[in-house]
Nanobody, 114 residues
Framework: QVKFVESGGGLVRPGESLRLSCAAP????????ISWYRQVPGQARQWVAT????????YTDSVKGRFTLYRDVATNAAVYLQMDNLKPEDTGVYYC???????WGEGTQVTVSL
């Protein structure tokens, strides 16, 4: 099982944007189902979005229209979660994971606050 490296988090104000990256050297992202999850302290990880081979995507209702999940088509070396119009409730540690994997990376912290 692959351990991905998440990056791109930070501290932003409501309405701003971030782009998170999920990478793993040599991993064929175009052939995998990749999901993003968010975890807030004291709560279970929550599913945010999924991309499947072929590029179809699914999103949890709270991020529809604001988040976009896509692959790096040129390199097939990463997937990205473009997060626009961020809200305080988007705050948390974001993780990416391959479908049916039990391995988690370190995550990347996103904080949306005034």
């Amino acid at each position: 099982q692959v351990k991905f490296v998440e990056s791109g988090g930070g501290l932003v104000r409501p309405g701003e944007s971030l782009r998170l990256s999920c990478a793993a050297p040599g991993f064929a992202f175009s052939e995998a189902i990749i999901s993003w999850y968010r975890q807030v302290p004291g709560q279970a990880r929550q599913w945010v979005a999924t991309i499947i081979p072929g590029g179809d995507t699914r999103y949890t209702d709270s991020v529809k229209g604001r988040f976009t999940l896509y692959r790096d088509v040129a390199t097939n070396a990463a997937v990205y979660l473009q997060m626009d119009n961020l809200k305080p409730e988007d705050t948390g540690v974001y993780y990416c994971q391959e479908y049916d994997s039990t391995t988690w990376g370190e995550g990347t912290q996103v904080t949306v606050s005034l």
